[in-house]
């Protein structure tokens, strides 16, 4: 199943499964949040008119457009708007993003910018059970060319493979997130977490041999985020390894594994493995 989902600390919001957004979070309401993305436009707009190169107005372009952006993309996941405003605004977005790139065609942070839009725009269509995987690609071709423009754009890489994740695309997310573990450690959490749920997609088809070596991959790059990943990695391959494919002493490695590391085994699954084992450790 397609799903879209940011990590917290890179303050961007949406999820299947939680509908928070980091500024109500941050204790910051609806009104003030609103109010800062209209001094934003206020401000770019000043900006443009007091360029004095293309540098400067694709800069000033670009952020007015990640305004009218986050401005449209609250007001609808918060119901604050009918959808015809929303498209009036996101229309205002994309026109201050391709502006920007015109202007300035060499700069990894306009075509960033100008992705966040495509896939905040695809998210929340999906969200709303709308086909929004038509955003995505557009989204996904700019994070890449962000991407060469700056191969140490470590953000970029991160919203590739989410982007590439949310359009079913998990061997191109496993990629961007290799990438992206090269520049920055959270790589390493959206591995975890990408290998879990292809992990879980397997099982889901009973695959479970792909299913286990991806579980077993997930569990390599660190703990998978709950939110993120249906199952707990360490438990679904004790499961897997005591009722599909009667691997006992892979079962048993893994349980001694997932208790060094603190994880938890439900104890019907433990006795169900000493049961069909013959063993207790």
Known sequence: MSKCRYDWRYTAVCSFGLLASFVVLGGCGPNMFLAARENDIRDATQAISAARDDSQRAKAYSSRGVA?????????????????????????????????????????????????????RGCLDLLEKKDGKSWLGPAASDFEKATERDPHFALAFDRLGLTYEANDEADKAIRAYTQQMALDPFGKQRLADAYCNIGFRHEQQKQFVDAAMAYEKSTEFGSADDKSCPYEPFANLVAIYTTETRQYDKAWETVRRALKQGRFIAPETLERLRRDSGRSS
Do not use: T
């Open 68 to 120: 009218y952006s986050e401005k449209a993309r609250y007001s609808r996941m918060f119901k604050l708007i009918p959808m015809d405003e929303y498209e009036r605004l996101f229309d205002l977005a994309m026109k201050d993003h391709d502006r920007a790139v015109a202007l300035d065609p060499k700069n990894a942070e306009v075509y960033f910018n100008r992705a966040q839009a495509y896939y905040d």
